[in-house]
């Protein structure tokens, strides 16, 4: 069980990239310590060539609901509707869990074939990707200063990374499956061990900037925001790149959706 001294915080991110770079965003989350409860959620779609549109609200619904090899959500608030067909299984892996507190790291949807319904009637198709962080740590706690994230996907390949930066350097790699240590990764490349590949990223087009409590946290209330205390510097940038990843045998060309958060930018 969580310590109630400490503020929870469980956030589904979900997305969906059509062929043509069409991009959709979405997450739901609730924020809890003791017996306040506050939920949101948010969404941004970014069509080809066009400019990000979000939509945030604190009626935020049920979660996104994972079943036998799929995932389905139906946000009203935001008129979002979304269902994910897995083609990969899920991998469930706790990143925290010590004297500081817990993150629990729930990959439901390594990929999918995604199909989103946005407010206006729009049906966007493509490939995407679901997951459930949990974390029950305070935000002075956390065991990185800087955080990567990242998912590509193509038709053949579905790779996700995390990698925290800091006094104690940690990363996490999946590979169609495949749990990996020891690959090298920056904001442009991913280098994966035993021969498995490089991913080369490219004309990234970002798809947000700027402090995390007014990107990723801005549903939150100021309540909410008083009790993640300690992240008031946060600083996340979000891109969609065109990827590819080449081995020995083959290359492979999707979209890559990826991330950098600074907890103390300079």
Same mark, same amino acid.
Request: charged residues 30%.
């Given at each position: 069980m969580p310590d109630q001294a400490r503020p929870s915080l469980t956030k589904w991110y979900c997305d969906c990239v059509s062929a043509t770079g069409d991009v959709f965003l979405g997450y739901w989350a609730v924020l809890s310590w003791g017996s306040l409860t506050l939920p949101y959620a948010s969404s941004l779609f970014r069509p080809a060539g066009g400019r990000p549109r979000e939509h945030r609200t604190t009626?935020?619904?049920a979660?996104?609901?994972p079943q036998e090899g799929t995932l389905e959500w139906d946000c009203r608030a935001l008129g979002i509707r979304g269902r994910w067909i897995a083609s990969r299984p899920p991998h469930h892996r706790t990143l925290l869990d010590d004297v500081n507190g817990s993150i629990a790291w729930r990959c439901h949807v390594p990929a999918a074939d995604a199909h989103v319904r946005l407010p206006d009637g729009t049906a966007l198709d493509g490939l995407g990707y679901a997951e459930e962080l949990t974390l029950a740590v305070a935000p002075s706690r956390l065991?990185?200063?800087?955080? @990567?994230?990242g998912r590509f996907l193509s038709e053949r390949d579905a790779l996700t990374w995390i990698l925290w930066r800091g006094e104690t350097p940690r990363q996490w790699v999946l590979h169609n499956g495949v749990a990996l240590s020891g690959a090298a990764i920056d904001e442009g490349r991913v280098r994966l061990p035993g021969g498995r590949g490089?991913?080369?990223?490219?004309?990234?087009v970002t798809l947000r900037d700027g402090p995390l409590a007014s990107t990723a946290l801005r549903a939150i209330p100021a309540t909410g925001l008083r009790l993640l205390r300690g992240i008031e510097?946060? @600083?996340?940038t979000k891109w969609l790149?065109?990827?590819t990843l080449t081995d020995a045998t083959h290359t492979s060309s999707g979209w890559a959706i990826h991330e950098v958060v600074r907890l103390w930018p300079g």
């Open positions: 009626r935020a619904g979660p996104p609901a065991p990185f200063d800087e955080l @990567h994230w490089v991913l080369e990223l490219r004309d990234a510097r946060a @600083h996340e790149s065109a990827g």
